[in-house]
């Protein structure tokens, strides 16, 4: 209790701390116990946060506040349109060209197991086999139970987005517009005394500025890289394996990890235990490690680096919450 009670002294005495570990905690309050009712809010506050580099931007060239958030909003609905209408539906071609393959990939992966022990009679068995295709199978079968139970809720979903769709552009203009007014009054209800916070919040927003904008880089270097590799090498659903290895630079390490799967099934799958399949893996290895060791250090040379432990524990915990 006395080494408790001396770190409480130590840390919770300055009524500045005090201050920023309460607007902490509110904020965690807010978005765990009125998330659900606020998403359309919580949205519009995180696009208009990520836009208002760009108005800022363009009001430095002289440009009035209200027409550059006009002009910023209309590119970003139409960035947002292009892929609604241009992208989405060629992704989704390719998703249901893979569902109707996906019988024909059971089986011949269901082929390729049953022909383990045979081959290697000391690390498998057949029933071991046996218990793997059970799985795999139940598995499906769940899967294709909450497919059928996600086209039920469709209905509803639709009708969210729709709701959103006219919503959430509505509140990110007014954010951006009147953002200096809109903080003024929710300056009212703090603390005047808020240097320690005010310092953390421009430590943090220049922290997630440099990272976003270098997320943003990221994805449309490696996903446009992986799309052009693995056409040359003529695997299939390469859009879609582009943009997958593209979003999953937003989780670090993990995202990597995850995609490695899909990109090496379905190269097996048409390649088979070949060269072809090992061109395949070698080009997206590099990829990987170009994006690691060159891409990411130069394009977040201002942010701090945290290490890969302490990124994954973040991703785990704060993911869960």
């Known amino acids: 209790m006395h ?24 904020g965690f309050v807010v978005v765990l116990a009125f998330g659900d009712m606020l998403a359309p809010v919580l949205a519009g506050v995180v696009i208009a946060y990520l836009l ?5 931007k363009l009001e430095s060239f002289h440009l009035h506040r209200t027409l550059a958030v006009a ?16 992208v989405l539906p060629r992704l989704s071609a390719q998703i249901s060209q893979l569902v109707q393959q996906l019988p024909d990939m059971i089986s ?18 057949a029933a071991q086999v046996k218990d793997i295709t059970t799985s795999i199978r139940s598995e499906l079968g769940a ?17 969210t987005l729709l709701v959103y769709l006219v919503l959430v552009p509505v509140l990110v203009f007014f954010f951006l517009k009147d953002k200096d007014s809109i903080l003024a009054w929710l300056g009212g209800y703090v603390p005047r005394e808020r240097e320690l916070t005010a310092r953390v919040w421009r430590e943090v927003n220049r922290q997630i500025a440099n990272y976003v904008r270098g997320k943003v880089w990221e994805i449309l270097i490696v996903g446009s890289v992986t799309f052009v590799t693995f056409q040359i090498l003529e695997l299939e659903y390469a859009e879609l394996l582009a943009t997958l290895v593209g979003l999953s630079v937003i989780i670090p390490y993990i ?8 990109v090496a099934v379905i190269a097996y799958f048409q390649f088979g235990w070949g060269s072809d399949f090992g061109w395949v893996i070698g080009a997206y290895a590099v990829i990987q490690a170009l994006d690691g060791n060159m891409l990411v250090p130069l394009l977040f040379s201002e ?11 973040a991703v785990l915990l704060f993911g869960g919450i």
């Open 108 to 125: 011949r992966g269901q082929a390729a197991l049953s022909q383990l022990p045979e081959r290697y009679p000391d690390f498998i068995t």
């Open 303 to 313: 942010v701090v680096n945290l290490h890969p432990v302490a990124i994954i524990i």
């Open 71 to 86: 002009l910023v909003l209309l590119t970003f609905l139409l960035f947002v349109l292009f892929l609604l209408f241009g």
């Open 143 to 159: 899967l294709g139970q909450r497919v059928v139970s996600l086209s039920v809720a469709s209905v509803v979903g639709l009708i």
């Open 52 to 56: 208002e580099g760009v108005v800022s």
């Open 255 to 262: 995202g990597a990890a995850v995609v490695t799967v899909p």
């Open 3 to 26: 080494i408790i009670r001396r770190w409480f002294e130590h840390y919770f005495s300055d009524p500045q701390v005090v201050i920023l570990a309460g607007l902490l905690l509110l």
